[in-house]
């Protein structure tokens, strides 16, 4: 069955980066865009930008242009999502998600959510 | 960018309810419009895609409607694990948009 598996909470400083992984199985890695989006506490759902592994083609929001940068490793199927410079404004739970949206496809999958705590 | 918002933001109701959630695009998206059930700390689950096709799996008592800028999303007998929030997400354009939320509640 399609699992996506992230890495564990982190808990960073302010001014720091962190990198979250998400471990992609049970389906072909390289046919699927991997979108990441974050929820900040009690908040609503954030689209932050994609990845497609086949290429390593990106798309980030605008927002988070310059601070974030998406990669994978096609040969362990993981995706990566790093974010620099945090504030405490960055504190969320980060999800993955393999999804495709076009083409009347219902391919749609999501990782458990990593929490991220920015605080000093 | 395009905006999506929803309305209500919270309702309650109960076991049995009908339960109509609206969800309008700042601009015209077709039908490129999915929407998700999001339970208290778990991940989103899509419920419906392309604005009215019902998610493989997801109970028929869902149901979505709508193109261009308004759109949604019909519970028609709302059960109790249907107590949830659920979310509107635009993919016609970038960036990718998610409403605000509606945040079903019991009555």
């Known amino acids: 069955q399609v699992q996506l598996v992230q890495s564990g909470a982190e808990v960073k400083n302010p001014g720091a980066s962190v990198k979250v992984s998400c471990k992609a199985s049970?389906?072909?890695?390289?046919?699927?865009?991997i979108h990441w989006a974050r929820q900040a506490p009690g908040k609503g759902l954030e689209w932050m930008g994609w990845?497609?592994?086949?290429?390593?083609?990106?798309n980030y929001a605008q927002r988070f242009q310059g601070r974030v940068t998406m990669t994978r490793d096609t040969s362990t199927t993981t995706a990566y999502m790093e974010l620099s410079s945090l504030s405490s404004d960055d504190t969320a739970i980060y999800f993955c998600?393999?999804?495709?949206?076009?083409?009347?496809?219902?391919?749609?999958?999501w990782g458990q959510g990593t929490l991220v705590t920015v605080s000093s | 960018d395009i905006q999506m918002t929803q309305s209500p933001s919270s309702l309650s109701a109960s076991v049995g309810d009908r339960v109509t959630i609206t969800c309008r695009a700042s601009?015209?998206?077709?039908?490129?419009l999915v929407w998700y059930q999001q339970r208290p700390g778990k991940a989103p689950k899509r419920l419906i895609y392309?604005?009215?096709t019902l998610q493989s799996g997801v109970p028929s008592r869902f149901s979505g409607s709508g193109s261009g800028t308004e759109f949604t999303l019909t519970i028609s007998s709302l059960q109790s694990e249907d107590f949830a929030t659920y979310y509107c997400?635009?993919?016609?354009?970038?960036?990718?948009?998610f409403g605000q939320g509606t945040k079903v509640e019991i009555k």
């Open positions: 998600a393999s999804v495709t949206y076009s083409g009347g496809s219902d391919f749609d999958y």
């Open positions: 049970g389906y072909t890695f390289t046919a699927h865009y």
């Open positions: 990845i497609y592994p086949s290429s390593g083609n990106t």
């Open positions: 601009q015209g998206i077709g039908n490129d």
């Open positions: 392309a604005a009215s």
């Open positions: 997400l635009q993919h016609n354009v970038y960036p990718r948009a």
